[in-house]
């Protein structure tokens, strides 16, 4: 079984200033886990993956996250916010070796103000 | 190189009725996944088909049902409508037999409203 907990319904930042997204997951499995936004009226994008090498991802647009296995952890930041980063955006825990069915955490909204 | 794309965008049915919705997978996938994302909340897994066959499925009721064709395209049905049913539905392909670590891509879903 898998599970993922985001632990911020919604996350308010000024343009320029960093930003930190929290996820904590559980999973019976060696897990993949994923960074996904989903811009309004849009499809989901994939930020960044996570799949057992370097514990320091580093995605697109200025995103990274670090896993922790000890904390369960999988937290997604990014060192100066930009208007354009203003979304929806989900933490996805996948199982590596059992199928690629995705599990997603109850999303983050993200505003950015100027 | 097309994407994957999902058809309708928009649709509106009375509780009760039945629908279909149609996804094409990226080219190259051959294993089309469906999730529904309601309103406020994140994407869950309905099911996952590959070779024509349901290989994986989620925690949904039996009204719940999908086909694959031979071209990989996929349909997902819903019988006897509930108001809560009322979600985006996203499609995403992928390549059958890769781990959990391989990209899934997404569609740009299609919004069902029940009334």
């Known amino acids: 079984a898998q599970s993922v907990t985001q632990l911020d319904s919604h996350v308010s930042v000024s343009e320029g200033t960093p930003v930190l997204l929290r996820c904590n997951y559980s999973?019976?499995?060696?897990?993949?886990l994923f960074w996904y936004v989903q811009h309004p009226n849009k499809g989901l994008q994939l930020l960044l993956k996570y799949t057992s090498a370097a514990t320091l991802v580093k995605g697109i647009n200025g995103f990274e996250a670090e896993f922790k296995k000890s904390e369960t952890s999988f937290h997604l930041t990014k060192p100066s916010a930009h208007m354009s980063d203003a979304a929806e955006y989900f933490c996805v825990v996948s199982p590596i070796n059992a199928g690629n069915m995705l599990t997603f955490g109850g999303g983050t909204r993200l505003m950015v103000k100027p | 190189d097309a994407g994957v794309t999902q058809s309708p965008t928009h649709l509106i049915k009375t509780r009760g009725q039945q629908v279909t919705l149609r996804c094409s997978p990226k080219s190259g996938h051959d294993t089309v996944s469906w999730y529904q994302q309601a309103l406020g909340q994140g994407p869950q897994f309905i099911f996952q088909?590959?070779?024509?066959?349901?290989?994986q499925r989620g925690n949904f009721p039996d009204r719940f049902s999908g086909h694959q064709f031979p071209n990989y395209s996929s349909e997902l049905n819903v019988n006897a409508l509930l108001l809560g049913d009322s979600a985006l539905y996203l499609c995403a392909s992928s390549l059958w037999g890769s781990s959990g670590s391989y990209e899934q891509y997404f569609g740009p879903g299609t919004r069902l409203t029940v009334t």
């Open positions: 088909y590959y070779e024509e066959e349901e290989r």
């Open positions: 999973s019976s499995y060696s897990p993949s």
